[in-house]
């Protein structure tokens, strides 16, 4: 049973830097794969990035390589996602999710909590 709240999102000009935070309530929050995705209005939800229980390994999508670093820290209960070099392309809703996954996956579908979302909007 994991709560998760998410963040830091706001409205950001094209080559600026957002923090999201992801703050998780619940037992076991290092026992989860966490996640991060996305969506735009329209659109479905799009994979972002994630990280393993452990914090040391993590995978991201191609269009946010070199720009977005994802995080945890599990004495804080916390999961970050730095974003960097915004560009209007990364306006979207962005999620945090929570798998039992250990090692972290980018399938939607095998993330069992989710948050409500936090609004990203990049302006050119």
């Known amino acids: 049973q994991v709560r998760l709240v998410e963040s830091g999102g706001g409205l950001v000009q094209a080559g600026g830097s957002l923090r999201l935070s992801c703050a998780a309530s619940?037992?076991?929050?290092?026992?989860?794969?966490m996640g991060w995705f996305r969506q735009a209005p329209g659109k479905e939800r799009e994979f972002v990035a994630t990280?393993?229980?452990?914090?040391?390994?993590?995978y991201y999508t191609d269009s946010v390589k070199g720009r977005f670093t994802i995080s945890r820290d599990n004495a804080k209960n916390t999961v970050y996602l730095q974003m960097n070099s915004l560009k209007p392309e990364d306006t979207a809703v962005y999620y945090c999710?929570?798998?039992?996954?250990?090692?972290?996956?980018?399938?939607?579908?095998?993330?069992?909590?989710w948050g409500q979302g936090t609004q990203v909007t990049v302006s050119s």
């Open positions: 619940g037992r076991t929050f290092s026992n989860y794969g």
């Open positions: 990280i393993a229980w452990s914090g040391g390994s993590t």
């Open positions: 999710a929570a798998s039992t996954t250990l090692s972290g996956t980018v399938v939607a579908g095998r993330y069992a909590y």
